[in-house]
């Protein structure tokens, strides 16, 4: 059986889409033939934590763990409540700013390039070295963000004779908070530099999506390949469905992602249509930044609005199955093309009918279309939207409101793994 080392900041109990990926592929990697071994922090400091995922673990899967080092520990003594929301990804808009938000984001975008864990890299590479050549391992792979994590695999892969797979679930320099760290040129400059030294001396890439693999292909020449991220089919419960027309959205919703034209088109059903008025809600499950909550509230929606605090990765998978319909919402920006989101698998798994608003080209339209699970509305498509959202309605009234999916197993977790092992073994 191959050994294959797996290193990652992110591993139960941390919750959030961040640890599922690999967390998955570990549970499936046996079945080809590959015996993954985890590398992880010892002592992290995750902004959200999910018991039952540790559910996945197996007892065979060997975990490695060291210390780690991070800022944020230290900056919590001083500044809870802003650390924790920023670990959270709650960085306010610009205007919204005071004097404290700014110092902190200038200290974290300038002083710890490319990321807050980038004290972990040394000692990381000096306790792999030694287990790497003890075991025998010639192949690695590194998993990011944080993209500190490339850092090891970089230098692993200089002082020994290794193959090194660099996973990427997000951009680097254009992900989508970059932006917002008010970088001086000279830490601009570092992360573009460091960016293109782990693009072009990874053996292999693996990005989640196809707008990824284009624009990596212009900054290296190494091969990169699609790798998706998947739904793992494990809850056979049945649920209850929702009496009322719930419009739902799970996890983390941010001020970048906020759709007015959503808001002004539900704010306008109410008024023109009487059963909708009485029977919709619109749910939101996970954190959900300020901004939005206001721009609901604003398009008076607040009265139809029910925030569901995080719940458990098990507890949202029943979310999803009993919801009318799935909401899946991305920022109307370049950064967010790039992106599809974990959670997309998941909704079409659930076999809801789902509305995606966000920007174009995206891969999530080709997904919808080709599974048959749902709609893509950019942001200015707003009449299109209300339209479809007034024919789902209808579709409700009359008990008819259903998915006909097709061809959706090729985006489970084991078929996904399926590809990572063949691709792992080229």
């Avoid at 400059?189 to 890439?205: G, P």
Wanted: net charge positive; with cysteine; aromatic share 10%.
């Amino acid at each position: 059986m191959k050994k294959v080392l797996i290193i990652t900041y992110y591993w139960p109990p941390a919750g959030g889409p961040g640890v599922q990926r690999w967390l998955k592929f570990v549970k499936y990697l046996p079945e080809f033939d590959i015996e993954p071994i985890v590398y992880c922090p010892e002592n992290p400091s995750y902004p959200t934590l999910d018991s039952t995922l540790s559910d996945d673990l197996l007892d065979k899967i060997t975990i490695l763990k060291h210390p780690i080092r991070e800022p944020l520990c230290f900056l919590k003594l001083f500044f809870k409540t802003k650390t924790k929301a920023y670990a959270k990804g709650l960085i306010p808009t610009a205007s919204k700013q005071g004097i404290l938000d700014r110092f902190l984001i200038f200290i974290r975008g300038n002083f710890f390039i490319p990321d807050a864990r980038i004290s972990w890299v040394k000692p990381s590479v000096d306790f792999l070295s030694d287990y790497i050549s003890k075991h025998k391992i010639d192949t690695i792979i590194t998993t990011g963000p944080p993209h500190s994590v490339h850092l090891i695999g970089m230098r692993l892969k200089a002082k020994q004779l290794l193959k090194w797979f660099s996973d990427f679930r997000d951009p680097w320099v254009d992900i989508n908070y970059h932006h917002q760290l008010k970088l001086t040129k000279h830490a601009q400059k570092q992360h573009l530099m460091l960016e293109k030294r782990v693009l072009s001396k990874a053996d292999h890439i693996i990005v989640t999506s196809l707008q990824t693999k284009l624009l990596f292909s212009n900054k290296t020449k190494q091969p990169i390949s699609v790798v998706t991220n998947g739904f793992d089919d494990a809850s056979t419960s049945k649920v209850k469905m929702d009496l009322n027309f719930t419009l739902t959205h799970i996890g983390f919703l941010s001020s970048q992602r906020n759709p007015a034209i959503l808001w002004d088109v539900l704010s306008e059903l109410i008024q023109e249509l009487t059963d909708f008025k009485e029977k919709f809600r619109l749910v939101l499950v996970g954190t959900v930044s300020a901004d939005v909550i206001n721009a609901i509230n604003a398009s008076g929606l607040e009265s139809y609005l029910d925030i569901i605090e995080t719940v458990s990765h098990f507890d949202a998978a029943k979310y999803q199955r009993k919801s009318q319909v799935l909401l899946l919402l991305e920022g109307n920006t370049k950064a967010a093309t790039y992106i599809i989101p974990g959670k997309l698998f998941e909704y079409v798994n659930a076999q809801r009918p789902i509305i995606a608003i966000g920007p174009q080209p995206s891969d999530i339209t080709s997904i919808l279309k080709e599974t048959n699970t749902g709609n893509y509305f950019k942001h200015s498509e707003r009449e299109a939207l209300k339209l479809h959202i007034t024919k789902l309605f209808m579709a409700y009234e009359n008990k008819t409101l259903c998915v006909n999916s097709k061809g959706i197993d090729r985006y489970s977790r084991r078929s996904c793994t399926q590809k990572l092992a063949e691709i792992l073994r080229q």
